[in-house]
């Protein structure tokens, strides 16, 4: 099956320091993946989808030069968070289906729990 | 825009007793619904999905789902609950082609030995 892997799975980082996360299709390609920010107790909240080839599209209220995104290829897309701020502190999560497989549901990746001291 | 609702925020089940979780779904137009799972600090985790066909749809650990067009719901359940199944279970929704998936704020789900 899809498989998405999301790395690093945790870190810790200085405020003002920049964090990036990477999510990759494994044995698929993806035109598109997804970023979704979770806070504790609470429900997935999407921030952006990732366009391989061209901007990614930000959800209203998410800071796009804060949470820079990468989709260089069709299997990678990268978060870099920057210039971190403690309330950036969050998990983190990717998802992606593979290209063309409309009906599929999504498979996300194990997430990234972010730490910012 | 679509939208989840889940009304419960947690659900205790005794162990061997049939559970359900609630979801209910807003969309313009046919719906795709989905069930995953989540344990602590982890990613979600696919249980099962209705994108057309039989309203009761089959899915992985036991679990199922009915769609129900009328009351627009899409209840999760399971015949005889584990202590395995205590996670958080969120509902999404999402439209036709390369949208997101759109989550109910989750449920969280408690099955007691």
């Known amino acids: 099956g899809a498989v998405v892997s999301q790395h690093p799975s945790w870190v810790i980082c200085k405020s003002g320091t920049s964090v990036k996360i990477e999510c990759r299709s494994l044995?698929?390609?993806?035109?598109?993946m997804f970023w979704y920010r979770q806070f504790p107790k609470q429900s997935l909240m999407l921030m952006a989808t990732s366009n391989e080839g061209s901007k990614a599209t930000y959800e209203q209220g998410v800071e796009k030069d804060k949470f820079l995104i990468n989709h260089a290829s069709l299997t990678l897309s990268t978060l870099t968070v920057t210039s971190a701020h403690p309330e950036d502190s969050s998990f983190y999560i990717c998802?992606?289906?593979?290209?063309?497989?409309?009906?599929?549901?999504?498979?996300f990746g194990s997430g990234t729990r972010l730490t910012v001291v | 825009a679509q939208s989840v609702a889940q009304p419960e925020d947690q659900v205790n089940v005794a162990e061997g007793n049939p559970l359900t979780v609630k979801c209910t779904y807003s969309v313009s137009g046919n719906p795709y619904l989905f069930w995953y799972v989540q344990y602590p600090n982890r990613g979600l985790q696919f249980l099962l999905k209705?994108?057309?066909?039989?309203?009761l749809v089959k899915g992985s650990y036991g679990f199922e789902a009915e769609f129900n067009k009328s009351q627009t719901s899409f209840h999760l359940k399971k015949p005889s609950a584990l202590v395995s199944d205590s996670a958080l279970y969120f509902c999404?929704?999402?439209?036709?082609?390369?949208?997101?998936?759109?989550f109910g704020k989750g449920t969280r789900l408690s099955v007691i030995a």
């Open positions: 209705y994108i057309t066909g039989d309203n």
């Open positions: 999404a929704v999402r439209e036709w082609g390369n949208t997101p998936l759109v």
């Open positions: 998802s992606a289906r593979p290209t063309g497989e409309n009906r599929s549901g999504y498979t």
């Open positions: 044995d698929f390609q993806a035109t598109t």
